[in-house]
């Protein structure tokens, strides 16, 4: 079978050989799009995928769909941090909850973060992955002090370190081994117009598929195509893609990954 359409055994098509392809559009303000990519970069080998990281700008994708950010919903708000606590454990990504969410999501955002992303997959691709990666520990991570969220103890309050200064960037390029020449020539990109139309056309195109949120993800296997929105669809990805989900797979978290093993007591 073949996402729902049965073949003989004489059938010439063979999965092995077919075509897949995911696309992943991604803006480090999400801590859901750090979890579809942590997962999805865990399963690139076993489902024998290329995968395609698309930064786009999220404030974008929430105003050209009219849409808004679930933090702007009271009720949704009230209920983020616990979802990202037990997501973390679950995943084995070290998510921890803004001290200051309002100032970290709406007040700083994203921009400079998504167009330094940007001119890395433009002129650095191979640094992609972890630099991306960086960006979100450092928004998403660092901790200092302990806070209780309701359902688990943290050992540690968020410090919502920067995404958008010259030094704050230039941290998560060293970080992976870029040099300061090559990260400031990176940085220097941010505001070239040839990141910012690629910004702006990767956005465009996430919306024309029908994009309305963070993560948003394409998957091609042969001639099919289906988009799927969420970290948390991966079950009917590997359907889509023929390939078995075995969930989390945190013994294939990155090395370099920070264990969040011991921060829920």
């Known amino acids: 079978v073949i996402y729902g359409h049965a073949l003989s055994l004489a059938s010439p098509v063979h999965l092995s050989v077919m075509t897949k392809v995911v696309q992943l559009f991604y803006d480090v303000i999400s801590p859901y799009s750090w979890i579809g990519f942590e997962t999805l970069c865990r399963y690139r080998q076993r489902w024998r995928m ?106 540690g309050c968020h410090q919502d370190e920067d995404i958008t200064l010259h030094e704050s960037l230039q941290h998560a390029c060293l970080a992976v081994g870029l040099t300061k020449e090559a990260a400031n020539d990176l940085i220097g990109q941010i505001e070239s117009q040839e990141v910012k139309n690629e910004l702006r056309r990767t956005t465009q195109e996430a919306l024309d598929l029908g994009a309305f949120g963070a993560p948003f993800i394409v998957a091609h296997l042969g001639d099919k195509k289906e988009e799927f929105f969420g970290s948390d669809r991966m079950e009917l990805l590997a359907h889509m ?3 078995q989900w075995e969930g989390p797979l945190v013994e294939h978290t990155i090395n370099s990954l920070p264990t969040n093993r011991g921060w829920c007591v």
Request: charged fraction near 20%.
């Open 241 to 243: 893609l023929q390939e």
């Open 50 to 155: 290329e995968l395609q990281l698309c930064p786009f700008f999220l404030g974008g994708i929430l105003k050209g769909s009219e849409n808004k950010s679930p933090r702007l919903v009271p009720v949704k708000a009230q209920h983020i941090d616990k979802d990202l606590i037990r997501l973390g454990a679950y995943y084995s990504i070290p998510i921890r909850p803004l001290s200051n969410p309002e100032e970290a999501l709406f007040g700083k955002g994203s921009l400079s973060a998504q167009r330094l992303l940007t001119a890395i997959k433009l002129k650095s691709p191979q640094s992609l992955e972890g630099v991306s990666r960086e960006l979100w520990l450092r928004i998403w991570s660092r901790v200092s002090g302990d806070v209780w969220v309701g359902v688990a103890f943290i050992t």
